[in-house]
């Protein structure tokens, strides 16, 4: 047998057919190319995408929340860096929440039994020790102590520093056992361990008065209305062997009314500014008509630690952290051990059969919860690529071994798959740091996405017009498919880069990312996979096996060759006439060779056309020579190896002889018009149903212990702590009313949780005003009795002591000091305000001489005033010498936020405190304010705008896009006008599956602008390619788009079956489902409603005809001794279109599709007596299989 040409060789007198337009021309040749070098560019492709892909090695994953959801230059990120600057990265504490509720839904927890299982679950959350670096951490040790008082005498100090309580909210602190969950303990000679439990203050300094003066110490106690502290308290088990005897139901033995101690909240150790609030302590309550509580579904206590530098600055240089190189670092690795450990026994507290439950959270819980959610799925993503690596390959593959394309299904799975690590490896060289949505989502949606245009090239390949030359074969699918591919890929690009317009870091960081894996994409597609397509030619070309390419195709030794036979007089109309060949045949095997025969006898009549005119339009000949896919005509005629009847069917020929016939008849257009427009209508209703907002529970997976925590707080404690932030810019001093206007426009704002109207605002400027105006009433006294004068304070108490030392004061660096002034002045005039002249100094002797108070109103001032002791007996004058503080540049009001339950309700709030905050700023008060509900729902104040803004652009762009590589406005705006009602409907349907709009939605709606194009641009450009009416246009591009749009689909489906698997449930929502839907919508406005509308509407082709209608156009010469004729006969009836005829078929090696065949000179002639109408053709035979190499 001969051997084949060269896959370079021309055949003689070819000439290439002539190319269109500018960017047909460019594919092709770039097509061309890359088959010539094919071997080089898959090379230099792989080389340069796996260089890409090391850069996930330096990859950075986001978690911090901040980071993640407060955009970057907006006035909330300013804001945020504004207090940063002045405090420093952290908050002042941390919070760790336990929250009790009984298993019965609805069941009463103001009972002593269910606190005495609250008390069981805190002391045991309370007794938590970690051994760290050689040392043993327990609670007392890294609590937040809220001012700890500065005291001369070194062991009273000591003493304090063992014993001063940690900060706990608790309902607990209403009874004797609040004082069980405080650890600290001291010792004196002669007394048993000094403990809260049994700690009587008032006593204790009645004992150590003989010993030290503790005058100043124990005025301390008495501002802050400490007492008896705990043992004061009732027991809550009088029965208690412990419980004191100066509990007011100790002798009584009768257990406490749960809900009258509870009512009105409990206090801490300091009555006075120690006051923890009913809402912070109790959830689900139920009042009497009198306004007195009842009972309640839900307990809280929360514990509050120091943050790490706050730990680290406390334990540095001690001598119990001098030998291991303390450092921050240590402190916060301390802090998330104990956090830890702290969840989990608070969680196995209570035994199973308990009649209540404890849920348990700390902000390291909600660390690592953003930790899991951002790491990457190892299994699910081998999962996904290995299921879509089967899909391609199934579907790729064929019965015929010369049209089978497996292994380019697999190779370009594989390509996709390095192609997206390539992207992801560019976005991390760039900087652009990754989160939960790139590693959650975008390796499935960009490989389901890039997939698409595989399959795309791969359908073209195997459909090329007959008569393309075999070097050819890349270029001309190029020439056909690239303006698809580019299309596409070009307006993913763009909606991904539309979606950046979110406002939110972690959303524009996908968005981008999202918007370069799909550039690698596309020029992996048109540059690296057209080469694997020219490598799968030369195997098909040297008849091997596909995948294993290593084996002979067993249907090798077959060849196809047509030998006309005489068909009498009659001849074939030039026109709609098609050649079926439907044969008897009889088989004969030649001794002398290996070649069988099948020898038909001569027989032939002819067939009337189908009754459906659209279906017998179909097969003219009438085409399209910039067809998008190219006609299959030429593929149908070719013989291939025999295979099942059920493999004969594909998506090609159902579109051809079902789907097209059905979809564009008259009624069927109606009926698709009615229900679109009917889906259309229902999805503006459901867009008026859809919620803004993103609750923490639909982040963490559901059924976990995480959850049911997120959900108990959510529904009995949606409280938040914020603060409304004065800054520097302004003059306090002069502004005093100014700020105690905003702060009651703040505190009118329906949110904010009012404080008892027996306890004065829990501010900074109140407790300094309310302190001034205490030590004026004890000077007042001391004056009226004598004890103070103008010469001397010794005899006075501490408190006149110090207000003499501040009416005396100036404000002037040159006389500071101005004796006149006792008298004549007030420390608070009548106003309410402090003189301004004395505002700075008070500031410098109220922080240091009431650290309670101080603590308590959370004023975090920067600069911090300096810090100066009171001494009532010195002697030299120079105590009277204080130093002011520095101009204020921060300081803080703080609030509790009570039921917020929807984001409106939040938008509402907010919208209130910047409203405050603007009215404030006309009177010069430059004030924000700051809290997580600011940082993290100010983007739904205009983010719909957002979103509007951005679809509208995109869909602008799109059109642009389309125009201008289409040469279409017309197509254009159809494709645009089919996009905006996919992106409504899909809006409609988030509402009906009471998915909340937030910018997760936004960017994914943004974004199926771009996707929808996979579905719509394919079919739009194969009706402009094509020739005829508008119906027969349309099934056309139905006919050559159907498979590949609805491969693709498959595979993006299957690219977001992963998602499903997820444990998050906001992966399952707000991705799987909502791209799913996206999804289907494409294929079914893509698919069905397209078509008809442009069966309708439709733009004229682009194409012109290019053949003539002249009986010698089509005639070649006739064969010697009769032969098929082509040509004009005016007596054939225009009604029959086919012909059957009877033919000589010989089975050999089939010839490549597309492919030239040269005469087979070297071929074994067959006899005249078999075969006698063929002694005088010209026999055509196919290449033979490639020899050895």
């Known amino acids: 047998m001969a051997r084949p040409p060269p896959l370079g ?68 990120s300013q804001e945020l860096q504004y207090t940063k600057e002045k405090l420093g990265e952290e908050a002042a504490y941390t919070s760790q929440m336990l929250i009790q509720t009984p298993r019965q839904e609805g069941e009463n927890v103001l009972t002593p039994e269910a606190l005495g299982l609250h008390l069981q679950a805190a002391v045991t959350a309370s007794k938590v020790q970690v051994s760290l670096y050689g040392k043993s951490w327990d609670l007392n040790k890294i609590c937040y102590k809220s001012g700890v008082p500065l005291i001369e005498n070194g062991m009273i100090e000591r003493m304090i520093e063992k014993l001063f309580p940690c900060v706990i909210l608790t309902p607990l602190d209403c009874f004797w056992e609040g004082a069980k969950l405080q650890g600290g303990s001291a010792y004196l000679p002669g007394r048993p361990d000094i403990q809260w439990t049994n700690l009587d203050p008032e006593q204790l300094l009645e004992e150590l008065g003989p010993f030290a003066s503790l005058e100043g110490f124990r005025e301390l106690l008495d501002k802050a209305q400490v007492g008896q502290a705990y043992v004061g308290r009732p027991c809550l088990h009088p029965d208690d062997l412990h419980c004191p005897s100066s ?173 997206v690590a390539s992207g992801l490896g560019l976005c991390a060289l760039l900087g652009i740091a990754f989160n939960a949505a790139t590693t959650q989502v975008l390796p499935f949606l960009a490989l389901g996405i890039g997939v698409d245009d595989i399959f795309l090239l791969a359908h073209a390949f195997t459909e090329a017009p007959p008569g393309t030359p075999l070097q050819e074969r890349t270029g001309e699918c190029l020439q056909r498919t690239g303006t698809s591919v580019a299309l596409t890929s070009i307006n993913n690009m763009v909606a991904f880069f539309m979606a950046a317009l979110v406002p939110i870091p972690a959303l524009r960081a996908f968005s981008l990312q999202a918007a370069v894996v799909v550039g690698c994409n596309f020029a992996a597609v048109m540059l ?26 067993p249907c090798s030794a077959r060849v196809i060759q047509i030998l006309p036979q005489e068909l009498g007089d009659r001849t074939v109309p030039v026109g709609i006439a098609h050649l079926t060949a439907t044969v008897q045949a009889f088989a004969h095997c030649e001794a002398s060779s290996q070649h069988v025969v099948t020898i038909l006898p001569p027989q032939a009549h002819l067939v009337p056309p189908p009754s459906d005119p659209l279906a017998s339009e179909l097969f003219s000949p009438g085409g399209s020579t910039r067809d998008l ?148 009433a004890a000077f007042d006294q001391d004056w009226a009795s004598g004890r ?166 995109l869909l602008v762009c799109t059109f642009l896009v389309c125009a201008l590589l289409l040469l279409n406005p017309w197509a254009a705006s159809l494709i645009v006008l089919v996009l905006a009602v996919m992106t409504v409907e899909l809006f409609g349907i988030m509402g009906f599956l009471g998915i909340k709009l937030s910018a997760i939605p936004v960017v994914i709606l943004v974004a199926s602008v771009g996707i929808g194009v996979e579905f719509t641009v394919h079919v739009a450009l194969g009706f402009l390619t094509s020739q005829g009416s508008r119906n027969l246009r349309a099934a056309r591009a139905l006919e050559h788009t159907l498979a590949p749009v609805t491969d693709g689909a498959v595979s993006t489906l299957l690219g977001l079956l992963m998602l499903a698997g997820s444990n998050f449930d906001f992966i399952v929502r707000y991705f799987f489902v909502v791209l799913t839907v996206l999804t289907l919508l494409g294929l079914l406005h893509g698919l069905v409603l397209l078509p008809v509308l442009l069966s309708i509407l439709g733009p004229p082709p682009e194409v012109v005809q290019m053949y003539k209608e002249s009986p010698e156009v089509l005639s070649p010469p006739a064969a010697q001794g009769g032969g098929l004729r082509w040509g004009v006969a005016p007596t054939l009836p225009q009604s029959f279109a086919r012909v059957t005829t009877s033919m000589t078929v010989a089975l050999r090696p089939p010839p490549l599709p597309g492919a030239y065949v040269h005469p087979a000179s070297e071929e074994p002639t067959w006899s005249p007596a078999a075969t006698p109408a063929a002694s005088g053709s010209s026999n055509l035979s196919s290449r033979g299989p490639c020899p050895a190499t």
Not at 536 to 546: K, T, Y
Not at 676 to 696: F, R
């Open 9 to 76: 060789e021309l055949p003689p007198g070819y000439t290439p057919p002539a190319r269109s337009a500018a960017p047909q021309g460019l594919l092709f040749s770039l097509g061309c190319g890359i088959q010539r070098h094919c071997g080089k560019v898959l090379f230099l492709g792989l080389l340069a995408f796996g260089a890409l892909a090391l850069g996930l090695r330096v990859a950075i994953i986001e978690t911090d929340l901040e980071q993640l959801w407060v955009e970057a230059g907006s006035r909330v």
């Open 247 to 419: 509990a007011p139901n100790h002798h009584s033995r009768q257990a406490p009314n749960v809900a009258q101690e509870l009512s009105g909240g409990c206090h801490g150790f300091s009555h006075k500014f120690m006051h923890w609030q009913e809402e912070l302590l109790l959830g689900g309550m139920a009042r009497d008509p009198q306004g007195q509580l009842l009972r309640a579904e839900a307990l809280q206590s929360t514990f509050l630690l120091m943050s790490p530098r706050q730990l680290y600055e406390h334990f540095r240089g001690d001598y119990q952290t001098h030998d291991i190189g303390w450092s921050e670092e240590q402190a916060g690795t301390v802090l998330q051990a104990w956090q830890r450990r702290f969840v989990q026994l608070a969680q196995e507290a209570l035994p199973g059969n308990a009649s209540q439950q404890i849920h348990a959270f700390s902000s390291t819980t909600l660390d690592d919860i953003l930790h899991a959610f951002s790491e990457v799925s190892a299994a699910r993503v081998v999962g996904g690529y290995l299921l879509m690596l089967a899909y391609a390959c199934v579907t790729m593959l064929r019965w015929d071994c010369a049209q089978s394309q497996g292994a380019v299904g697999l190779a370009g799975v594989l390509l996709v798959a390095l192609a």
């Open 528 to 553: 690296v996979f057209p080469a694997v397509l020219s490598l799968d030619l030369h195997r098909r070309h040297c008849q091997r096996l596909d995948v294993l390419c290593c084996f002979s195709s």
């Open 629 to 776: 896919l190219g006609q299959e005509e030429g593929t149908r005629q070719k013989a291939a190896c025999k295979s099942l009847p059920c493999a004969r069917w594909n998506l090609a020929h159902f579109a051809r002889s079902q789907f097209a016939p059905l979809l564009l008849q008259s009624h069927t257009k109606a009926m698709v018009l009615v229900l679109s427009g009917a889906l259309l209508g229902l999805s503006l209703y459901g867009s008026t149903l859809v919620q803004d907002g993103l609750a923490l529970t639909d982040v963490v997976p559901r059924g976990t212990k995480e959850h049911a925590f997120l959900s108990a707080q959510l529904r009995y404690f949606s409280l938040y702590e914020v603060a409304l932030v004065t800054q520097g810019g302004f003059d306090y001093a002069h502004s005093q009313r100014a700020l105690f206007d905003l702060h009651q426009r703040f505190s009118s704002l329906k949110a904010v949780l009012p404080p008892p109207a027996t306890q004065a605002p829990r501010t900074w400027l109140h407790y300094y005003r309310n302190w001034l105006q205490g030590i004026q």
């Open 788 to 953: 103070i004068t103008h010469h001397s304070y010794r005899n006075g108490s501490e408190d006149g002591a110090l207000a003499y030392k501040l009416l005396i004061q100036t404000g002037d660096a040159q006389e500071p000091l101005d004796f006149s002034q006792l008298t004549t002045r007030k420390l608070v005039d009548k106003d309410g305000l402090i003189p301004p002249e004395l505002f700075y100094v008070g500031l410098t002797v109220w922080v240091s001489s009431d650290p309670l108070g101080l603590a308590a109103s959370q004023a975090n001032f920067y600069p911090p005033p300096p810090e100066w002791l009171h001494d009532k007996y010195d002697t030299t004058g120079e105590n009277l010498r204080i130093p002011a503080a520095q101009p204020l540049e921060f300081a803080q009001f703080p609030f509790l936020l009570h039921g917020l339950q929807k984001t409106a309700d939040f938008v509402e709030t907010i919208e209130g405190a910047r409203a405050a905050c603007a009215e404030a700023g006309q009177a010069g008060v430059r004030a924000y304010p700051s809290g997580s509900p600011f940082l993290f729902w100010e983007q739904y104040l205009g983010l719909r705008r957002c979103f509007l803004l951005a679809v509208c652009i």
